[in-house]
């Protein structure tokens, strides 16, 4: 699994923290993120986006920049694309470095 690119930590008490993690990955994978919409997808696109949450389990969406660059890296492994910067968090038991 792929290092997220920055991650921030936030103690929520002295048992849990949430966990920020900042991802590029395609613009065009936001609706499904952000609304469960896989409308337009083809089966091999979905499969890629369900591969990619269950290889990220426990993370949700929380925000999306607004921002589009087209380019080659990115945290989803697939070809050149326009890309926004994504922000998922997760709950953690504090201290936890997985």
């Given at each position: 699994?792929?290092?997220?690119?920055?991650?921030?930590?936030?103690?929520?008490?002295?048992?849990?923290?949430?966990?920020?993690?900042?991802?590029?990955?395609?613009?065009?994978?936001?609706?499904?993120?952000v609304n469960?919409?896989?409308?337009?997808?083809?089966?091999?696109?979905?499969?890629?986006?369900?591969?990619?949450?269950?290889?990220?389990?426990?993370?949700?969406?929380?925000?999306?920049?607004?921002?589009?660059?087209?380019?080659?890296?990115?945290?989803?492994?697939?070809?050149?694309?326009?890309?926004?910067?994504?922000?998922?968090?997760?709950?953690?038991?504090?201290?936890?470095?997985?």
């Amino acid at each position: 699994m792929k290092q997220a690119s920055k991650a921030n930590r936030t103690p929520i008490n002295e048992r849990v923290e949430r966990v920020t993690n900042e991802y590029r990955l395609p613009a065009h994978w936001a609706s499904y993120f952000v609304n469960g919409d896989a409308t337009g997808f083809d089966d091999d696109e979905l499969e890629r986006i369900e591969q990619w949450e269950h290889d990220h389990p426990d993370e949700y969406c929380v925000a999306i920049d607004d921002e589009v660059d087209f380019c080659q890296d990115g945290d989803d492994n697939e070809l050149a694309c326009d890309r926004r910067i994504y922000l998922f968090e997760k709950l953690e038991d504090f201290g936890y470095e997985g």
